[in-house]
């Protein structure tokens, strides 16, 4: 399985990007996905996390109410609709698959239960 993540770039506060992740060599739609991020000295955090069927959606706190994931498993593709963003969301975004088929609930938030990553991609919000 390979993971591919676009989309980030440099943002001023306050404003949108969309990130996507494609993913080839498996079988997409099986599987949970979910968004992580690694800000500079810092450990690796969960951000959002999505069950194989979309029911089933997680969100860092301090995402909620700004941030969407969503995936369209007929093009194998994830997103993280980042909205309203702040310097502090700035970091390496990454896009993961579970280690298992149909996982969900709250082991979506957890990264120990993911096993393929995408190479990652940046964000940067500016003041």
């Known amino acids: 399985v390979q993971l591919q993540a676009s989309g980030g770039g440099s943002v001023q506060a306050g404003g949108s990007l969309r990130l996507s992740c494609t993913a080839s060599?498996?079988?997409?739609?099986?599987?949970?996905m979910g968004w992580f991020r690694q800000a500079p000295g810092k450990e690796r955090e969960f951000v959002a996390g999505?069950?194989?069927?979309?029911?089933?959606?997680y969100y860092a706190d301090s995402v909620k109410g700004r941030f969407t994931i969503s995936r369209d498993n007929a093009k194998n593709t994830l997103y993280l609709q980042m909205n309203t963003l702040k310097t502090e969301d700035t970091a390496v975004y990454y896009c993961?698959?579970?280690?298992?088929?149909?996982?969900?609930?709250?082991?979506?938030?957890?990264?120990?239960?993911?096993?393929?990553w995408g190479q990652g991609t940046q964000v940067t919000v500016s003041s």
């Open positions: 060599g498996g079988t997409f739609s099986n599987y949970g």
């Open positions: 993961a698959k579970t280690r298992g088929t149909y996982i969900s609930g709250i082991s979506l938030t957890r990264d120990h239960n993911y096993d393929y």
């Open positions: 999505i069950s194989w069927s979309a029911r089933e959606k």
